[in-house]
């Protein structure tokens, strides 16, 4: 399997060439040069089987791994989630489903992606007898994720900056209690743009990069887009796919997760309809609704994993939208660097053919927590409430709605008491969390400080 650029100018790349790198030399994304297929028989086969063979029978034909040691690795995965389904389906309405993506090891769904991409990354270093040091910036979600996906792992240091004393007690306890002497929580005295800019600028200092194998697991990793194909399969088959076709509501923020859908679509799988959903920060759903791509500033809200202002993954949909043109999309991104671009009418028609979209508010959001735990008693988290808002608007009396969860509601306990009036409990696996013992280490503001850290701990 071969993977290009969606700028058309970096070498094509392997499936593991292309996850090391990330992103591509000429700034673009990965994405396969074919998307394999998978025939009626082959999608009605999945039905029945555990979640670890479905991921491995949808996943192979994009990997180059042999398949006992590519299975080793999904079961390694997987294995630590806190339910057997792994991403199990409850009905919330007549014709409307909600996928639980929650039950990893931090309660979003982030972790199905970074949980497998630790194994593969581990596997990989290990073959070639070498280490790399995994670093990132966290406002609190995606730290934990990271954090949880490599410790433990021998050819891996990870570290994660965050600022001190501005994350929640939640986040900073699943950063802090993994006691692996590889994970390395480094509590910078700044706000987040401080880490941020600290991350950046050592990926700037060549000697450092190299002397230490310096690697980034941003969300735009092609990897991590493959990992999260699965479960469109595996839900879609739970409903009766391949016979009858879905649809599914995603909510989103970097489109990375709804573009595995449209892989899944691609691949064979009876997709109906892709709804965007977003918070107030709806720059998709404009664009989807108008034609115009225009940044915004950024509004905080009750789904703060979707506050965004530039959508990292929705390149890899124009890609597709402009005929796989490289060089369209490397105009494209130029003219945003400027502050927004025009779509052009036949790649909008082209995108409205698979995806619509919506948006809710901060009040439609608290509301429909509210409304779907009298009615269901499911507890929403905010993002899978923008979600289920969207969804509403597109129910189809022939085609059942899937609608994605992406996170636990406990993770989001001060939105979800103040909409329903109690406070959401963490699941027992994690009600120890507050008795754990805690290690991070502070550290200055300051660049030189914070790579002789890393560079102490490394040699450790
Ligand atoms: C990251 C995240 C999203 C958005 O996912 P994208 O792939 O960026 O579209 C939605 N909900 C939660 C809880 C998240 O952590």
Not at 8 to 16: K, R, V
Not at 392 to 411: F, G, N, S, V, Y
């Amino acid at each position: 399997m071969h993977y290009v650029s969606t700028r058309g100018q970096a070498p094509d790349l392997g499936f593991e060439d292309a996850m090391l790198a990330g992103l591509a030399r000429d700034g673009g994304l990965y994405v396969p040069g074919v998307v394999p297929q998978m025939s009626a028989g082959d999608i009605a086969a999945l039905a029945g089987l555990p979640y670890e063979e479905v991921a491995f029978r949808v996943m192979r034909p994009f990997v180059d791994l042999p398949d006992e040691v590519f299975q080793d690795l999904i079961a390694k995965a997987y294995g630590g989630f806190g339910h057997a389904a792994r991403a199990p389906l409850v009905q919330l309405g007549s014709g409307h489903f909600l996928l639980e993506l929650f039950h990893g090891p931090t309660l979003a769904f982030k972790d199905f992606a970074m949980q497998l991409i630790g194994q593969l990354f581990q596997e990989a270093m290990a073959r070639k007898g070498e280490r790399i040091t995994i670093v990132g910036a966290t406002s609190g979600d995606t730290g934990s994720a990271a954090i949880e996906a490599f410790r433990g792992l021998d050819a891996v240091d990870v570290f994660i900056l965050f600022p001190h004393g501005r994350v929640s007690e939640v986040q900073r306890r699943q950063m802090t209690t993994p006691s692996e002497a590889n994970v390395h929580a480094l509590a910078v005295d700044g706000d987040f743009d401080d880490c941020q800019a600290a991350v950046k600028a050592m990926f700037n200092d060549f000697d450092f990069r190299d002397s230490v194998g310096l690697t980034a697991v941003n969300s735009i990793n092609w990897a991590r887009v493959l990992a999260q194909v699965v479960y469109y399969f595996s839900s879609a088959v739970a409903l009766g796919a391949p016979h009858r076709s879905v649809s599914f509501t995603v909510p989103t923020g970097n489109f990375g997760d709804i573009f595995a859908g449209y892989i899944a679509k691609k691949m064979g799988l009876p997709i109906d309809r892709l709804v965007v959903a977003t918070n107030r920060n709806d720059i998709l759903h404009r664009t989807l609704a108008t034609g115009r791509h225009m940044k915004e500033g950024v509004a905080p809200t009750i789904s703060p994993s979707m506050d965004i202002q530039v959508s990292s993954n929705f390149e890899r949909a124009l890609f597709e939208a402009y005929g796989r043109d490289g060089g369209a999309v490397r105009q494209l991104m130029a003219e945003l660097g400027e502050g927004g671009f025009d779509v052009s009418q036949g790649a909008l028609e082209t995108l409205r053919e698979h995806y619509d979209s919506g948006r809710a508010d901060e009040a439609e959001t608290a509301a429909t927590i509210r409304a779907i735990h009298a009615a269901t008693g499911e507890t929403l988290c905010p993002h899978s409430a923008v979600g289920v808002k969207v969804a509403q608007e597109h129910l189809h009396a022939d085609t059942p709605m899937i609608t994605l969860a992406t996170a636990h509601p406990a993770k989001f306990p001060d939105a979800v008491e103040s909409a329903t009036g109690s406070r959401p409990p963490l699941p027992n696996r994690m009600a120890d969390l507050y008795d754990r013992p805690e290690r991070m280490t502070r550290v200055a503001n300051a660049l030189g400080d914070i790579q002789s850290l890393m560079r102490e701990r490394i040699s450790q």
